[in-house]
């Protein structure tokens, strides 16, 4: 059910506040996963001295634990807000995620962002669960977690919803703060905000890599790639934008990979930011790919924070 004039309007203010805490450009990462909790709380220092507001964390199969992950980062930063993109809501029951956002926003007030999403097939099967109609399933996943029992204080647990396709993405409007699309290319900005309406937040995530050299960039990207071009959410979206079949094969066209992943220097990257932005994006979250894992991209987003902050 879509929610009174009244409320809506109340959830709008509040989509309004957290597009002005996160700031129009914050930071995408999964590869402080791969390091040590100490270099990531280096990295988060970082983060801080650059500029950046707000830094986006994945949850996948092999990945530290959303929760634990985001109170770590939390507990090592001074202002930085983190934002999960997203928890995966097979990965714990409704009322386990709704008391898991309390405590963290309890904790921390107006610096944790909770971002749920209905991850896909493969991986669900992969947990030993069903996958279930995606948009179904999250309407009654947010059922149960506004119906969570909680002894703790009472706290308001703002949280978006990862969205694609235009169910999904009115119910992020309806239901949450707004949408947290992934894997995109400017026009589903477009797309997005027309679904969501006004009110609601879009924080977008753009992939980027930092190098002038066609070749080596997408390669790169094409390796981001490849594993999303083999789940059905990802290119069914794709195709509803107009994307061929050949577009999608072999890693991506380059087409496609320029859409989806934007290289060149650092100005190159905040022009992607800015046509997000254009099209109606509150917030964008950028992704830096390199190929050596064994330290954050530190240098790389020193670089897009003089352009974009």
């Not at 309890?106 to 209905?118: E, N, Q, S, W």
């Not at 996943?141 to 703002?158: E, S, T």
């Not at 794709?238 to 087409?255: E, F, H, M, P, Y």
Request: charged content about 25%.
């Amino acid at each position: 059910m879509s929610a009174s004039p009244g409320l809506a309007g109340i959830a709008h203010e509040k989509a309004r506040g957290w597009a002005r805490r996160l700031g129009a450009v914050g930071v995408w990462t999964i590869d402080l996963d791969r390091l040590p909790v100490a270099a990531a709380r280096a990295y988060l220092r970082a983060l801080e001295s650059l500029g950046f507001g707000a830094l986006w964390i994945g949850e996948g199969l092999g990945s530290r634990e959303a929760f634990a992950n985001a109170g770590v980062l939390l507990a090592a930063s001074q202002q930085l807000i983190i934002a999960t993109g997203i928890a995966n809501i097979w990965a714990r029951d409704a009322i386990a995620m709704a008391n898991g956002a309390r405590t963290l926003v309890d904790a921390y007030p107006d610096r944790f962002l909770l971002g749920i999403g209905v991850s896909h097939a493969p991986t669900v099967k992969m947990r030993g669960q069903r996958y279930g109609r995606p948009v179904d399933h999250m309407r009654g996943y947010l059922d149960a977690m506004d119906a969570a029992p909680y002894v703790g204080p009472k706290v308001d647990a703002p949280r978006v919803l990862a969205a694609l396709g235009p169910q999904m993405l009115r119910l992020a409007g309806e239901r949450a703060l707004g949408a947290h699309p992934y894997f995109v290319p400017v026009e589903h900005t477009t797309v997005a905000r027309r679904e969501l309406g006004e009110g609601p937040l879009l924080a977008v995530e753009q992939a980027a890599v930092l190098s002038e050299d066609s070749a080596t960039a997408r390669a790169t990207a094409r390796r981001h790639m490849k594993r999303y071009l083999d789940l059905d959410n990802y290119t069914r979206n794709l195709r509803r934008l107009g994307w061929s079949d050949a577009d999608l094969a072999n890693g991506g066209s380059d087409k496609l990979v320029d859409a989806i992943v934007a290289w060149g220097d650092a100005g190159a990257i905040k022009s992607r930011v800015v046509e997000h932005r254009r099209r109606g994006a509150d917030h964008v979250c950028v992704q830096v790919l390199r190929t050596d894992l064994s330290a954050p991209p530190t240098r790389e987003l020193e670089a897009v924070a003089k352009v974009v902050l």
